[in-house]
Nanobody, 114 residues
Framework: QVQFVESGGGLVQPGGSLRLSCAPS????????MQWWRQPPGKEREWVAH????????NYAESVKGRFTISRDNDKGTLYLQMDNLQSEDTAVYYC???????WGQGTQVTVAS
């Protein structure tokens, strides 16, 4: 059974940083591309970032480009999202998944507020 466990969210002031982690199970992590998504309050879920299986290719939504960094440690089976210069519009529940997945984990809440 495929499962995603996201962690690292919290309350941060504008301009601050957070590092999210995702520890998936139920599939061979290092063979799969991975993504971060987010769902702001009252809005649709949106794609944030993508990383290839070896970690050599990354791609970002325009809204986070230059501020967020997706990475992975295939030895540890863990996906990361480093978020810098956070703004109020980054407030959302953040999820990780494979591009082909149709299910979601619980996500981790990120709130940017002063």
């Amino acid at each position: 059974q495929v499962q995603f466990v996201e962690s690292g969210g919290g309350l941060v002031q504008p301009g601050g940083s957070l590092r999210l982690s995702c520890a998936p199970s139920g599939f061979t992590f290092h063979l799969n591309s991975m993504q971060w998504w987010r769902q702001p309050p009252g809005k649709e879920r949106e794609w944030v970032a993508h990383i290839s299986s070896p970690g050599t290719y990354t791609n970002y939504a325009e809204s986070v480009k230059g501020r967020f960094t997706i990475s992975r440690d295939n030895d540890k089976g863990t996906l990361y999202l480093q978020m810098d210069n956070l703004q109020s519009e980054d407030t959302a529940v953040y999820y990780c998944r494979r591009p082909t997945d149709t299910t979601w984990g619980q996500g981790t809440q990120v709130t940017v507020a002063s």
